[in-house]
């Protein structure tokens, strides 16, 4: 059975950081692209970061350039975000997502519609 598991979410405060973990089962994420979204409140769902099949491509929304790392350890089938210098508008669930192709360049890595599969998601709160 197919399945995407995100963990590492919670409560932190402005200027924290959190690392954020996508575990795959059920398949190998070895030939997928993988990104990582996020939707708050009344907002549309918006593309975060996304990292090649290979990790030697890798982009990054404007909002979280310099603070946000992606990485992937496809021996553990599971794929990171590292998130730091938090800000209150980092506040989201944030969702990870297998893209159909090994690498999807820009703009299309982040439209939603170009994954496949969705994990649940985890919750970001930054407030002090």
């Known amino acids: 059975q197919l399945q995407l598991v995100e963990s590492g979410g919670g409560l932190v405060q402005p200027g924290g950081s959190l690392r954020l973990s996508c575990a795959a089962s059920?398949?190998?994420?070895?030939?997928?692209?993988i990104g990582w979204f996020r939707q708050a409140p009344g907002k549309e769902r918006e593309g975060v970061s996304c990292?090649?099949?290979?990790?030697?491509?890798?982009h990054y929304a404007d909002s979280v350039k310099d603070r946000f790392t992606i990485s992937r350890d496809n021996a553990k089938n599971t794929v990171y975000l590292q998130m730091n210098s938090l800000k209150p508008e980092d506040t989201a669930v944030y969702y990870c997502?297998?893209?159909?192709?090994?690498?999807?360049?820009?703009?299309?890595?982040?439209?939603?519609?170009?994954?496949?599969?969705w994990g649940q998601g985890t919750q970001v709160t930054v407030s002090s």
């Open positions: 997502a297998v893209d159909r192709d090994y690498y999807t360049g820009s703009p299309y890595w982040a439209i939603p519609g170009e994954y496949d599969y």
């Open positions: 059920g398949f190998t994420l070895d030939y997928h692209a």
């Open positions: 990292i090649s099949s290979s990790g030697g491509y890798t």
